[in-house]
């Protein structure tokens, strides 16, 4: 048994949540805070047998997708307020699969 571990940005959770659904891949799902720019994200907990760790993979790939934004950092050079827009990747998922020693349901 296999613990897959997806953090996923916050505008992809829902989509990968129905396509779990649909897929009949029970996964728990957290509101979680993180990365460079401290934006909502979503991380989601699925337990899974082992030969099944490929296929939660793939649906987690298929609707968690990287794209490109522009933000807006704070910058002071020499004592000047200026604001630059920055392109940055934003997206895409962090999965972890750990090894699961026991499984149970209450």
């Known amino acids: 048994m296999k613990l897959v571990i997806a953090i996923v940005q916050k ?10 659904i ?3 891949i029970r ?6 805070t ?3 720019l401290s934006e909502g994200n979503t991380t989601f907990l699925i337990g899974t047998p082992d030969d099944q760790v490929e296929q939660v993979l793939d649906v987690i790939k298929s609707k968690s ?3 490109e934004e522009y933000v807006q950092p704070n910058l002071i050079p020499n004592g000047m307020d ?3 827009p ?3 990747t934003v997206g895409g998922a962090t999965c972890f699969v750990v090894n699961v ?3 149970k349901r209450f």
């Open 86 to 88: 920055v392109k940055v």
């Open 101 to 103: 020693d026991e499984f």
């Open 27 to 32: 996964a728990t799902k957290l509101a979680t």
């Open 34 to 36: 993180g990365g460079f």
């Open 82 to 84: 200026i604001s630059i």
């Open 22 to 24: 649909k897929a009949n």
């Open 65 to 67: 997708e990287a794209r």
């Open 11 to 20: 505008e992809d959770s829902n989509k990968l949540q129905h396509a779990f």
